[in-house]
């Protein structure tokens, strides 16, 4: 499911009932997708845009236990320094702990 906020950000919500070992590159491929839709050729860009990618997954993808997590780009080196390229993937997991998760979020696995 795409949706776009009043700032123009974008979101694609996907349901991940089985885990294919490949939430990695899936993410990178909805983000890539995503990307190129917003932008027509010969614009800046910085007028991309921030993009997320939101899986509701029924399977704990890294095995830690956690309902959520967030990934976005960091360096290595540099302190872990955000790159700012705009890209964000949440992992939600119907699997994780939720008893410190806000009672919103814990809403969509109700």
């Known amino acids: 499911m795409l949706c776009t906020n009043e700032n123009g950000d974008q979101f694609n ?6 885990d294919e070992h490949n939430l990695a590159q899936r993410s990178r491929y909805y983000h890539a997708l ?8 010969g614009v800046d860009y910085q007028a991309l845009r921030e993009t997320w990618v939101i899986f ?18 960091l ?8 790159l700012g390229d705009g890209s964000h993937t949440v992992v939600l997991n119907a699997k994780g702990n939720w008893s410190e998760v806000n009672d919103e979020l814990k809403g969509i696995f109700s």
């Open 34 to 41: 995503i990307t190129n839709n917003m932008l027509a050729a």
């Open 13 to 18: 919500v996907e349901l991940q009932m089985v």
């Open 75 to 82: 360096s290595h080196y540099a302190d872990h320094h955000a």
């Open 56 to 73: 509701l997954c029924a399977f704990d993808y890294l095995g830690l236990g956690l309902a959520s997590d967030y990934f976005q780009m």
